[in-house]
């Protein structure tokens, strides 16, 4: 595909000084941590945002927050660029590195370090799952509530980088709202401590600020998180629409009316029978879409919430209500749920969108999205947090056919500017990274970018954290 | 993924079927969480999206394997967790395989794994050879920590650690012939004797045949068969694996030809995997291909086929079992609640230990291919089943209840084993 987005040029001086560093790099690190060969380089060439690839310099797995601080000195002393790692999984190719960079991947920092049930906080390094902080206190009755759909394989240290939503952030918020402190390392090797188990700090919220800050303010070692209690029982209910505007008029019918449940999943046709396929979840197949609404709290909470959603969704005309019996049952709902992108691959390849609605666009949204993916000669499949107005249409294409590749990116722009056109943004969760950098200037104006790229300098006067991403190319402030 | 191959390098079938599984991969990472030894290394390479992007490469760029993907892949158990996890429906399994036989056709692997893989190759497989060895192990035994000391013998002083302290004589169950029902008729099977259960274990293969004539079925021990061939399988050694199968496939057939068979009983989750995979294996030998898949469909776990006879339902024993689910099992096979509602049925306390599905170590050959990696996920399976505080293990694969019992006190005994007891058989031997 000739590629649209580009990356930084790189750096000739430190290209050829390759064998140095490399050399330098593995003085830091202990053995089986740095990989320097081209073979063992390759697959750290992309992250799930396949369509562009950048092999790296080197890529280290520290072990330590006190390695990482190390590598971060030389890399800044030497003006080498950094980009950071946790699990790969960014769909905004985040985590693609660049001919000059080395990738500090988290992989290998996965321990709990602390589980503090009393204040109800987790310590974790970076490297730790989000599905693993919430299994390790799952037997004492507790959660962490932020549920992107990769949580399986994401990093909290992503999750950091990106502000990660998912499905369940509807009623317990997103990554921002449950993280309380972090262990971060600087450009320069200094190690600082933003936060901590207190849910406000004094002084300015700078964990807000790096909060979603796509890896360019530091890289975060561990991380302070809020546990939750688990509710006393939750129950997802399937709701079925004979049409996506139908069943897109009703979430903001639900949300207007103040009805605020744990999460309200859209899916569509072509969704819905991704998913089934993978999951045999019971998703019915006779719908156009698919609207997947959790309530929790005790038995009475529930009834009295589902009735008045129910009450809400045959004003829409819905067509299939199923409730789901079982535990089981439950658990594969979510899990056709969560793994809808991956099962995609089934069909076809796919890029997916992020863009950001408000509920009472949504209807419009959905219809243009169909509008402008079929004006392009190709196919869509809607999953997302309606609840949340965070749309993830997933463009078909194949990717081995550069003209099918082209029309799929233009009309992932397009669908981009509509959400921002429609008062909504570029990301909900995914972050920029450089998949939707080019689109910023959509969004904001340079001046309000010039702004955002002066508190990134604050922090990193270099530029050599992951400095591809987020601002577009042209307009930065020159080296 | 995207993928670059000409159409010249996708004339050959094995290229233009591992393409066909790469083209599904969409590299989301979900695979990554659940594979063993990314869990324990942490290193992309060590699981499974690193390795399809490594296999992609090198069958892209038609190169020969060298020594950075050779490490990795054989550091993959072939548990195939990742395949349970994947949402695309990567075929992993057979991209690995393609993978493996590639690397024994273009690269020379030092004289010392050569030699090991050699000897392993030469004497798993064939259970007179084996027997004799564990006999000689015994010998040696006296010598292990030395070996291990000395790099060229390290690894035998390894298998001389997981060499049983003595060897059962040879079982009946293991000679070919046929076991008539105790009751009525009501089925016809073969039992897969194969090769280093029979000689570490036969009382597994005695309880399968005790418990499957008690409740009327026929079981016939088919002259002619022999090791499944997964072992050879999974170090590449293609033809070896390939003249097993076809071996394996006229030893049934003949059966099935000769009375009727309902099923061919594999009570080695392992070999289970494999002899469902003949008809994948021979797909392209025009005299094999259909009978293959004949003998691919006839396969069936042991639990499987206990499920279709109904067993009637026991009173509880005040029995707590920790059941393990082997790779090939879980994943493998894809058999996830039939042994356990099994054992539920017959009386005992099933539970699931955390992290059920992650691989214990042993994978076939594994555990003494790669004794570090192995030793860690052996710790860390012990753990977990020894939190459940169990009064015994159950699992339906040898080479898991090899690898566990060298870690644990707890008996760990095979599914049918306690079936057997639970049905009228004596009390298993260590309970």
């Known amino acids: ?157 992503g999750n950091i980088g990106m502000n990660s939503g998912g499905a369940h952030c509807l009623k317990y918020g997103v990554t921002t709202n449950n993280l309380l402190g972090v262990k971060m390392v600087l450009f ?26 796509e890896g360019q303010l530091g890289i975060v070692a561990e991380a302070t998180v809020r546990l939750i209690a688990k509710p006393e ?114 069909i076809a390849d796919y890029i997916c969108m992020d863009g950001t609605v408000p509920l009472s666009q949504l209807s419009h949204v959905l219809a243009r999205t169909g509008e402008i993916v079929a004006s392009y000669g190709l196919r869509v499949a809607n999953v997302f947090h309606a609840g949340d107005g965070n749309m ?14 082209a029309r799929a990116e233009a009309a992932g ?57 987020v601002f577009p190319l042209e307009g930065r402030p020159a080296a | 993924m995207q993928t670059n191959f000409t159409p010249a390098q996708l004339a050959d079938p094995h290229v233009a079927e591992s ?62 967790a990742c395949t349970t996890t994947c949402p695309s429906g990567v075929d992993y399994m057979h991209l690995v395989d393609h993978a493996r036989v590639h690397i024994e056709k273009t690269y020379r692997r030092p004289f010392k794994d050569r030699l090991v893989r050699s000897v392993l190759a030469a004497v798993l497989p064939y259970p007179q050879r084996f027997r004799l060895s564990l006999k000689a192990a015994g010998l040696a035994r006296p010598f292990a920590g030395l070996m291990k000391r000395m790099p060229l013998l ?34 016809r099977v073969a039992l897969l004797s194969g090769c280093a259960q029979p000689v570490l274990k036969p009382e597994i293969n005695e309880a399968t045949i005790r418990l499957l004539t008690r409740f009327g079925v026929e079981v016939v021990v088919s002259s002619g ?36 068979l309902d099923a061919i009983v594999i009570t080695a989750s392992g070999c289970g995997t494999t002899i469902k995979d003949y008809g994948h294996m021979l797909r392209l030998d025009p005299d094999y291909a259909e009978k293959a898949a004949r003998v691919s469909a006839l396969a069936k776990d042991i639990t499987e086929y206990l499920a279709t006879l109904d067993l009637p339902e026991q009173e509880a024993r005040g029995m707590t079992l920790a059941y393990h689910s082997a790779c090939s099992m879980q994943h493998g096979q894809k058999i996830t609640t039939a042994p356990k509602q099994l054992l539920k049925r017959a009386g005992f306390l099933v539970r699931d230990p955390a992290e059920g599905h992650l691989c214990c170590g042993s994978a076939g050959t594994y555990n003494i291919l790669q004794p570090e990696i192995s030793a860690k996920l052996k710790a860390r399976k012990v753990r977990n089943i020894e939190a459940t505080k169990p009064d015994a293990i159950a699992t339906g694969n040898i080479g898991c209840i090899t690898q566990i019992a060298s870690g644990t006190k707890i008996p760990i005994l095979h599914t049918v084993e306690l079936l057997d007891w639970a049905y009228g058989g004596a009390k298993p031997e260590g309970l």
């Open chain 1, 233 to 346: 029982g939750a129950r997802p209910v399937l709701f079925g629409f004979s049409s996506s505007e139908a069943a897109g008029a009703c979430v903001a019918d639900v949300i207007g009316s103040g009805i605020i449940p744990v999460a309200i999943e859209f899916m569509d046709k072509p969704a819905i029978e991704i998913c089934e396929a993978f999951a045999h979840a019971g998703y019915p197949l006779d719908v156009e879409a698919l609207l997947i609404v959790e309530v929790e709290g005790s038995e009475p909470e529930m009834d009295a919430m589902l009735a008045s959603i129910v009450a809400v969704a045959r004003r829409h005309g819905v067509a299939t209500i199923k409730e789901c019996q079982t535990a089981m049952e439950a658990a594969a709902i979510w899990k056709g749920r969560k793994s809808a992108f991956g099962a995609t691959g089934r």
């Open chain 1, 1 to 157: 595909m000739a590629e649209t987005i580009g990356f930084l040029q790189p750096k000739q001086a430190v290209i050829t000084r390759r064998r140095e560093i490399v050399a330098d790099l593995s003085d830091l690190l202990p053995e089986g941590c740095l990989i320097s060969d081209e073979r063992g380089l390759k697959p750290f060439e992309t992250d799930a945002f396949i369509a562009y690839r950048r092999m790296p310099l080197a890529v280290a797995l520290p072990e330590t927050t006190e390695q990482v601080a190390a590598l971060l000195r030389y890399c800044s002393r030497y003006g080498v660029p950094v980009v950071p790692r946790g699990a790969g999984t960014s769909l905004s190719g985040g985590a693609i590195p660049q001919e000059d960079a080395v990738v500090i991947g988290l992989s290998k920092m996965s321990r709990i370090l602390d589980i503090d049930l009393f204040n109800r906080t987790a310590t974790v390094q970076a490297g730790v799952t989000n599905l693993n902080i919430s299994e390790a206190v799952s037997a004492d009755g507790f959660f962490y509530a932020p549920d992107p759909s990769s949580q399986l394989a994401c990093t909290i240290g």
């Open chain 2, 225 to 260: 068969e022999g090791c499944c061939g997964a072992l050879v399988h999974h170090m590449g050694r293609e033809n070896q694996a390939l003249e097993a199968a076809r071996r394996n496939v006229d030893a049934w057939l003949k059966v099935a030809d000769e009375g009727g």
């Open chain 2, 154 to 187: 390290k690894t035998f002083g390894v298998m001389l650690d997981l060499a049983p302290g003595s060897v059962p004589e040879p079982s009946a169950s293991a000679i070919p012939g046929v076991h008539s029902p105790k009751n009525k008729r009501v089925g």
């Open chain 2, 19 to 80: 393409e066909a599984i790469l083209r599904k991969c969409v590299h989301c990472g979900f695979c990554t969480a659940t594979c063993p030894t990314y869990v324990t290394l942490g290193d992309e390479l060590d699981s499974p999206r690193g390795r399809i992007y490594l296999i992609k490469d090198m069958l892209e760029n038609d190169r020969a394997a060298d020594k950075e993907t050779v490490t990795h892949i054989d550091r993959c158990l072939s548990c195939l």
């Open chain 1, 188 to 213: 320069d090797g200094t190690v600082v401590e933003l936060g901590g188990k207190a849910l406000d700090a004094a002084g300015y919220d700078l964990l807000g600020l790096v909060c979603g800050s």
């Open chain 1, 392 to 405: 993830h249409p997933l463009i078909l294409y194949n990717i081995n056919d550069p003209d099918d590749a």
């Open chain 1, 413 to 469: 722009n397009d669908i981009l500017k509509l959400c921002v056109d429609a008062g909504g943004c570029l990301t909900g969760e995914h972050g920029v990274g450089i998949e939707k950098r080019d689109l910023m200037l959509h969004q904001y104006t340079q001046t309000d970018l010039d702004q955002q790229m002066a508190a990134r300098a604050a922090f990193d006067p270099q530029w050599i954290l992951n400095p591809s991403k």
